[in-house]
């Protein structure tokens, strides 16, 4: 007899690390299906977990890995050995910050020597092109086909897909950007230090900083004051605020408003 399609989709499972990206709880919500929540160090992630799976390519085998790269920089030679162990699952590296890191955190070279990995990126964070909603994946030719079938048709627009290609032969607008980005972060760091705030270290184009203090208040205060941050509760960062990087002037705003928050 079958198994009934909603008790089979109970079944499945995802490993994802928290905080990570929300939409993939949206996903495993549509499906019915468990999150098991699991650090990126091959040790916490145990094959007990993913031996129930039936199929190389089911969801039950699908392992985020939105923050790798982070891991990647503290246990090098485990990224390697967390694919190896994972031959069943499909193993999907999010690089989306990836050009604004520094070289060694690229695993592209490392993911790809594995037929089970794909490796994603997008051109919203160091191209500057988010109202394009364009991003490319890379991978075994084998999971680029199965990806294919399933994929929206017309996913991306014509003319995302004409600025893309032309966005990945201007290296030279990349570099200014991430040049840009690393000077931002810079005079924010030091801002925040001035204002006698802590902040979480980041390689990115964001900045997430401890208030010390319930960060509603004063997110709403920085709305009066023209300034938009993004309250990060929902990650279970009640006292934080992310913070992007901007222009120097626009960086040299948000601490002053700031400042003023806090005195109020």
């Known amino acids: 007899m079958l198994d009934d399609p909603v008790e089979a989709r109970r079944r499945l499972a995802a490993l994802l690390r928290h ?4 939409r993939c709880d949206w996903i495993l919500l549509a499906h019915l299906a468990r999150r098991i929540d699991a650090w990126s160090e091959p040790d916490v992630i145990g094959e007990r977990e993913l031996s129930r799976a039936r199929h190389p390519f089911s969801i039950s085998n699908l392992v985020t890995a939105d923050q790798l790269a982070r891991a990647a920089e503290q246990y090098p030679e485990q990224t390697r050995e967390l694919l190896e162990r994972l031959p069943q699952a499909l193993v999907i590296v999010d690089q989306a910050y990836v050009d604004f890191a520094a070289a060694e955190l690229d695993l592209t070279p490392t993911a790809l020597s594995f037929a089970n990995a ?12 988010a109202g394009l909603r364009v991003g490319y994946g890379l991978s075994h030719p084998q999971v680029a086909e199965l990806l294919n079938r399933v994929r929206q048709p017309f996913n991306v627009n014509s ?3 004409v600025a893309a290609e032309v966005a990945l032969d201007d290296l030279e607008h990349l570099q200014r950007a991430v040049a840009a980005n690393r000077a931002g972060m810079a005079q924010l760091e030091a801002g925040l230090r001035a204002l006698g705030l802590g902040f979480i270290p980041s390689v990115a184009n964001f900045i997430c900083v401890d208030l010390g203090r319930p960060a509603a208040a004063v997110n709403q205060a920085l709305l009066e004051r023209g300034c938009i941050v993004r309250p990060v509760a929902n990650y279970g960062l009640p006292d934080h605020l992310r913070v992007s990087i901007g222009l120097e002037a626009e960086n040299a705003r948000l601490l002053s408003a700031l400042g003023q928050a806090l005195a109020a």
Request: no cysteine; charged share 10%.
């Open 19 to 22: 905080p990570g990206f929300q």
């Open 118 to 129: 794909v490796v994603v990126r997008t051109f919203s964070k160091a191209w500057g092109a």
């Open 159 to 161: 003319l995302a897909l």
